[in-house]
């Protein structure tokens, strides 16, 4: 029995398994290539992956990768007018920082700010706290003065929902409000992803910080808010100039297929990540998440 893959299909190779990725149906599935090589196909032609091929004309199909890689110049813009909160939350990682004080983006900067992105091509324009409600009115003024495809507001609290006159005014803007700020749950087999774009994305860009900027309260410009990376300030560093020189390139194209262990790994385009935790641990930003369990080389978790 002759077979071909779908040209929907895609193949990614572990050290152990495959994994195969059905980008019509979002669906991804883990095979192993150990066994009776027959059984094996008749499973592969059971999930629709390959199809045989005697009296079929293939059909040819090629993604055109522009789509998902290179739409716009930034992915995300996050900005942090103020670190500061009156919360108080059990379990903050800014205890203490609960009154005006000087985590809070002066004037000066926050107008720099502007003028570096007015004109830039963004995808999202995230606004993170401490709690970014307390400075409504220069919240609004990035979201008429930076355009971006959508907007949403991180506060780190699930307290921020108390405040339902100012969300609901940002929502009248078409503003989202989010009180979690990134993905740091355990990868396990069952939040791998089957999104066709991030995918193809993340073949070629680390998945949380591919295109991504951010830009603290102080000026400071990072490769994500709460990295200790710094590409340099607002004041005195021009954003067109670090991306065309490359300074953000690794960062932004620390994709999979250059971190340890997930090199090897059938998963490597169908997870997420987050490099921060590393460098909070004091490890290489090349080294696996500590966050996964999953071993390619036996394909066990």
């Known amino acids: 029995m002759k ?18 990725f059905d980008s019509l149906k979002g669906e991804i599935f883990n095979i192993s290539p150990e066994g ?5 196909e008749s499973q592969l032609i059971k999930l629709g992956l390959v199809f045989e091929t005697e009296g079929v004309v293939p059909i040819k199909f090629k993604p055109n990768l522009d789509v998902y890689t290179k739409n716009v110049i930034l992915r995300d ?20 920082n609960c009154k005006k004080g000087p985590g809070i983006m002066t004037e000066s900067i926050f107008g720099n700010l502007i ?5 830039i091509p963004i995808q999202t324009l995230t606004i993170i706290g401490g709690n970014p409600l307390l400075e409504m ?5 990035a979201i008429s003065g930076i355009k971006a495809d959508s907007y949403r507001i991180m506060c780190t609290s699930p307290n921020i929902h108390q405040l339902k ?9 078409g503003v989202s409000i989010l ?4 993905n740091t749950a355990p990868i396990n087999e069952g939040n791998m992803s089957g999104n066709v774009s991030e995918f193809f994305y993340n073949q070629e860009f680390n998945p949380c910080w591919g295109n991504k900027i951010a830009v603290d309260f102080n000026g400071d410009i990072k490769p994500c808010m709460w990295s200790s990376q710094k590409l340099g300030n607002i004041a005195e560093t021009l954003i067109y100039q670090l991306i065309m020189t490359n300074k953000v390139d690794r960062f932004w194209l620390l994709n999979k297929d250059k971190i340890e262990t997930c090199k090897e790994c059938e998963y490597r385009y169908s997870c997420f990540d987050c490099r921060v935790l590393l460098e909070r641990d004091q490890r290489s930003l090349t080294d696996k998440p500590a966050i996964c369990s999953y071993d390619p080389e036996n394909g066990e978790w």
Not at 82 to 90: R, V
Not at 137 to 141: E, F, G, I, S, Y
């Open 179 to 182: 009180s979690s700020v990134c």
């Open 165 to 173: 006159n100012e969300i609901e005014e940002l929502r009248e803007l």
């Open 77 to 96: 813009l996050q900005i942090r007018l103020s670190e500061n909160c009156f919360f108080d939350c059990k379990g903050c990682g800014n205890p203490g």
């Open 137 to 141: 009115a220069r919240l609004k003024t």
């Open 115 to 119: 003028d570096h992105f007015r004109n």
């Open 3 to 20: 077979t071909k893959r779908s040209p929907f299909v895609y193949k990614v190779k572990g050290k152990k398994n495959y994994l195969f």
């Open 36 to 40: 009776d090589p027959y059984e094996l």
